[in-house]
């Protein structure tokens, strides 16, 4: 069963930095590329960051291009999304997310999220 | 950036209706979308992809159609449990987008 289980959120204050973490278990974790999706309350679902299996390519979105850095490792089949210079609009529940089969498009799994407060 | 626009923002129906949700693109994104139900509480969950393709496990209550622009999800016959948020999501170009979400709640 895929299992993926973020941590690393909480309240930050504005200009702070943050690492979120997902631990992946279930499949072969270096065969997929991964993603970060976040959702501020109350809002829709907005994509951050992704990486292939290997890490050799990585994307962002405009919002987060500079600020945030994803990454990964490989022997721990783990995700991390480095964040810095956090905004209030950063707010959010953060996602790690799988793509579905081994290329970047659809999101088959999801983990339960992690909230991120920026606030002073 | 690929807009995708849902309608309606929401939808009131009962169980055993059917629901037509609709998602616009402000170009083409060929066949490349898909389709999420997120419920309180909890993560999306992959629904539809490539337009008309179910996920693993969806029932076959849920279908998908349409290609370049226009898209609609369809929900044959509404059960309880399908009352929830809709987001479709186009993987044609960077960077991935969703739709803002269609609300579907009981009437």
């Known amino acids: 069963e895929v299992q993926l289980l973020e941590s690393g959120g909480g309240l930050v204050q504005p200009g702070g930095s943050l690492r979120l973490s997902c631990a992946a278990s279930?499949?072969?974790?270096?065969?997929?590329?991964m993603s970060w999706v976040r959702q501020a309350p109350g809002e829709g679902l907005e994509w951050l960051s992704g990486?292939?299996?290997?890490?050799?390519?990585?994307y962002y979105a405009d919002s987060v291009k500079g600020r945030f850095t994803i990454s990964r490792d490989n022997s721990k089949s783990t995700l991390y999304l480095q964040m810095n210079s956090l905004r209030a609009e950063d707010t959010a529940v953060y996602y790690c997310?799988?793509?579905?089969?081994?290329?970047?498009?659809?999101?088959?799994?999801w983990g339960q999220g992690t909230l991120v407060t920026v606030s002073s | 950036e690929i807009v995708l626009t849902q309608s309606p923002a929401t939808l009131s129906l009962s169980p055993g209706e059917r629901a037509t949700l609709s998602c616009r693109a402000s170009?083409?994104?060929?066949?490349?979308l898909a389709w999420y139900q997120q419920k309180p509480g909890q993560a999306p969950r992959l629904l539809i992809h490539d337009a008309s393709n179910r996920a693993t496990g969806i029932p076959a209550r849920f279908s998908g159609s349409g290609s370049g622009t226009d898209f609609t999800l369809t929900i044959s016959s509404l059960e309880p449990e399908d009352f929830a948020v809709y987001y479709c999501q186009q993987r044609s170009n960077w960077p991935l987008t969703f739709g803002q979400g269609s609300k579907l709640e009981i009437k």
């Open positions: 279930g499949f072969t974790f270096s065969s997929y590329a």
């Open positions: 997310a799988k793509f579905k089969g081994g290329s970047i498009g659809y999101w088959e799994h």
């Open positions: 170009q083409s994104v060929s066949s490349y």
């Open positions: 990486i292939s299996g290997i890490g050799g390519s990585t």
